[in-house]
C-alpha cells in the first residue's frame, strides 16, 4: 500500500519561511522523479519543484531562487525549503512521484501517479 504523508505546512507572514516534508511508504522512491505541487481554491493544480533520481531539480519560474527542493532516498522521503514566502504561495501543498515514461514534464501533474493528501501553506 503506497503512501505519501505531507507535513510542515502552517500560517506565516510574508517573507518568512517553511520547510515541507513527505514521507513515502510501501514503495521506494529512490528510482523515482520527485515532484511538489500546490493548488489555490479555484486555481488548477500547478508543479512547483521536481527532482530526479539523480539529484537534478527543476522549478516553476514563481519560485526559483526562494524555493529548494531535496531528497533523502534512505529515508524515503522528499523535501521544500521555501523562503521568502509570499501570499501568493497560499495553497496547498502535495508531493507525487512521477509515473515512468509518462511523457509530460516534470512540473505537470498529468505525469504523476502517486499522490499525498496535502499539507497547508498560509501566507499573509
Known amino acids: 500500500h503506497v503512501q505519501l504523508v505531507e507535513s510542515g505546512g502552517g500560517s506565516v507572514q510574508a517573507g518568512g519561511s517553511l520547510t515541507l516534508s513527505c514521507v513515502a511508504s510501501g514503495w521506494s522512491m529512490k528510482t523515482q522523479c520527485m515532484g511538489w505541487f500546490r493548488q489555490a481554491p479555484g486555481k488548477e493544480r500547478e508543479g512547483v519543484a521536481a527532482?530526479?533520481?539523480?539529484?537534478?531539480?527543476t522549478y516553476a519560474d514563481s519560485v526559483k531562487g526562494r524555493f529548494t527542493i531535496s531528497r533523502d532516498n534512505a529515508k524515503n522521503s522528499l523535501y521544500l525549503q521555501m523562503n521568502s514566502l509570499q501570499p501568493e504561495d497560499t495553497g496547498m501543498y502535495y508531493c507525487?512521484?512521477?509515473?515512468?515514461?509518462?511523457?509530460?514534464?516534470?512540473?505537470?501533474?498529468?505525469?504523476?501517479?502517486?499522490w499525498g493528501q496535502g499539507t497547508q501553506v498560509t501566507v499573509s
Open positions: 527532482i530526479a533520481s539523480d539529484g537534478t531539480a
Open positions: 507525487a512521484a512521477h509515473r515512468p515514461n509518462s511523457g509530460v514534464g516534470w512540473l505537470d501533474f498529468r505525469g504523476y501517479m502517486y
